[in-house]
T-cell receptor, first 115, second 109 residues
């Protein structure tokens, strides 16, 4: 069964350092999402790609976060500099159709701890 | 007002009980609706889609009420393995998938 691949699974970093997460969506899925989930809360959308284009990054803290999907396949989410409040699970998901009209499939996530 | 609202629970029920969760959404233009299940410290996984005509999968039944803008999930004959957080997801209205905060279910012997 096709899966969304994410790495690393766990990351511990010191505040003010840079950190990057990688995601490879299910083959053929044009839509890719990055969500952040704080313990006890639901996933919050950070950025949504349609192929290589950003279609929504309204909740992405652009002063420190950046995301790219250069060839419209895999994607990287970067934080620089990391802050204590960035500790969370970062989830990547992909879906076949755009616009939130079809279900999304999630990777296992990257659990980030900033110390 | 949050775009998708759920009762956080927890719902503590005995094995064999029937339990129901509701979820309300604010955007009347929403077109797609889902329930996801999330185990502790794991990723969300699709439980079922919710169609206008309702949807049933074994012990699970989902319903949509567009007029009142809510969806529901009914679990019959609860099992210990049903213990998890259930996330309500609404899509299409803002061209993205929006998650509720989740409802925790704890099934005890």
């Amino acid at each position: 069964e096709a899966e969304v691949a994410q790495s690393p699974r766990y990351k511990i970093t010191e505040k003010s350092q840079a950190v990057a997460f990688w995601c490879d969506p299910i083959s053929g899925h044009a839509t890719l999402y990055w969500y952040r989930q704080i313990l006890g809360q639901g996933p919050e959308l950070l950025v949504q790609f349609q192929d290589e284009s950003v279609v929504d990054d309204s909740q992405l803290p652009k002063d420190r976060f950046s995301a790219e999907r250069l060839k419209g396949v895999d994607s990287t989410l970067k934080i620089q500099p990391a802050e204590l409040g960035d500790s969370a699970m970062y989830l990547c998901a992909s879906s076949l159709d755009p616009g939130g009209n079809t279900e999304a499939f999630f990777g296992q996530g990257t659990r980030l701890t900033v110390v | 007002r949050k775009e998708v609202e759920q009762d956080p629970g927890p719902f503590n029920v005995p094995e064999g009980a029937t339990v129901a969760f509701n979820c309300t959404y604010s955007n009347s233009a929403s077109q797609s609706f889902f329930w996801y299940r999330q185990d502790c410290r794991k990723e969300p996984k699709l439980l079922m889609s919710v169609y206008s005509s309702g949807n049933e999968d074994g012990r699970f039944t989902a319903q949509l009420n567009r007029a009142s803008q809510y969806i529901s999930l009914l679990i019959r004959d609860s099992k210990l393995s049903d213990s998890a957080t259930y996330l309500c997801v609404v899509g299409g209205g803002y061209n993205k998938l929006i998650f509720g905060a989740g409802t925790r279910l704890a099934v005890h012997p």
